[in-house]
Each structure stands twice: as structure tokens, then as C-alpha cells.
């Protein structure tokens, strides 16, 4: 008896331990992507497929940015948990916004150093990686493209 209630403490203490540890790494991720976000702010991003006529036409390249972010232990228990009672999974939507947020950074950074003031046709491409288990998502890539726009000088 005493050896179930040392593993149900330990297991709630590494529950508590998963917990804090996650949220300090994606509040720093967050503040990461925020001053980045606004350091980059100055490079538009447009889902249009057509960019707007400028003259002289720009030159365009092909830019894109990737991120792999993972679920830490307490989000996939809690999403463990809302899976037996369903509802959302916010702990996986937090989950795709950093990854979705970091992959368009990484683009618009690979388009800054191409000298481009804009990235039109902008698409996404999710994909889960689960490292061949029937445990579900342990992380997920976001792949960020779109056609960056070089001003001719």
C-alpha cells in the first residue's frame, strides 16, 4: 500500500515538475516570437496568389521556413484526459500556433536575407510526427513557402 502512494506522489510531483517546466519553456518561446514578430514586421506576408503590379516587376524566389515543435508530457496527458470526454484540445492548438507563428519567422528571415520587402502565395504544410508509436502526436513540423519579392534596384 505504502508503495502505490509513493508512486502516485512521485507521479504527481513529475506531473507538477512536466507542468511548470512546459509553461516556462513556451512563455520564453512566446516572447521569443513576439520580439521577432515585430523586428520582422516590416517584411508583408499575403496569401494572394498574384502579387500587386509594381514597376519595375520584381524579382521572386522561392523562400520557406520549417519548425518542428514538441508536446511536452503534462499537454499530452491533459489531451489524454479531453480525449476520454472530448471537447477541444487547447493544448495542442497552443502547440500548432508557436509552430505555425516560428515556421512563417523563419520564412520571412530567409526572405530578409534574399533582399525581399514582401512574400506572396504563402501556403502551409502540417505535419504530425509520432516516432512510429500508437501513443498519438509527439510533435508536429509546420512548413511555411511562398514566393519573396526582390525589388530591382
Given at each position: 500500500m505504502t508503495?502505490?502512494i509513493?508512486?502516485?506522489?512521485?507521479?504527481?510531483?513529475l506531473?507538477?515538475?512536466?507542468f511548470?517546466?512546459g509553461?516556462l519553456?513556451e512563455s520564453s518561446?512566446?516572447?521569443?516570437?513576439?520580439?521577432?514578430e515585430?523586428?520582422?514586421?516590416?517584411?508583408l506576408?499575403?496569401s494572394?496568389r498574384?502579387?500587386p503590379?509594381?514597376?519595375?516587376a520584381?524579382?521572386s524566389?522561392?523562400v520557406?521556413?520549417s519548425a518542428?515543435?514538441s508536446?511536452?508530457?503534462?499537454?499530452?496527458?491533459?489531451?489524454g484526459l479531453?480525449?476520454?470526454f472530448?471537447?477541444?484540445?487547447?493544448s495542442?492548438?497552443?502547440?500548432?500556433?508557436?509552430a505555425?507563428?516560428?515556421?512563417?519567422?523563419?520564412m520571412?528571415?530567409?526572405?530578409m536575407?534574399?533582399g525581399a520587402?514582401?512574400?506572396?502565395?504563402v501556403?502551409?504544410?502540417?505535419?504530425?510526427?509520432?516516432s512510429?508509436?500508437?501513443d498519438?502526436?509527439?510533435?508536429?513540423?509546420?512548413?511555411?513557402?511562398?514566393?519573396a519579392?526582390?525589388p530591382r534596384?
Amino acid at each position: 500500500m505504502t508503495g502505490q502512494i509513493l508512486n502516485l506522489i512521485l507521479f504527481l510531483v513529475l506531473l507538477l515538475v512536466g507542468f511548470i517546466a512546459g509553461r516556462l519553456a513556451e512563455s520564453s518561446h512566446y516572447r521569443s516570437i513576439r520580439a521577432r514578430e515585430k523586428a520582422l514586421a516590416k517584411i508583408l506576408v499575403f496569401s494572394e496568389r498574384l502579387p500587386p503590379p509594381m514597376h519595375p516587376a520584381p524579382a521572386s524566389r522561392l523562400v520557406s521556413g520549417s519548425a518542428v515543435i514538441s508536446v511536452d508530457y503534462f499537454k499530452r496527458f491533459v489531451a489524454g484526459l479531453r480525449m476520454i470526454f472530448g471537447g477541444r484540445l487547447g493544448s495542442y492548438e497552443t502547440l500548432l500556433d508557436r509552430a505555425r507563428r516560428e515556421a512563417v519567422l523563419r520564412m520571412k528571415e530567409e526572405a530578409m536575407r534574399k533582399g525581399a520587402i514582401q512574400v506572396c502565395n504563402v501556403k502551409f504544410a502540417t505535419c504530425p510526427i509520432s516516432s512510429g508509436t500508437k501513443d498519438g502526436v509527439k510533435c508536429v513540423e509546420v512548413l511555411a513557402y511562398g514566393t519573396a519579392l526582390i525589388p530591382r534596384r
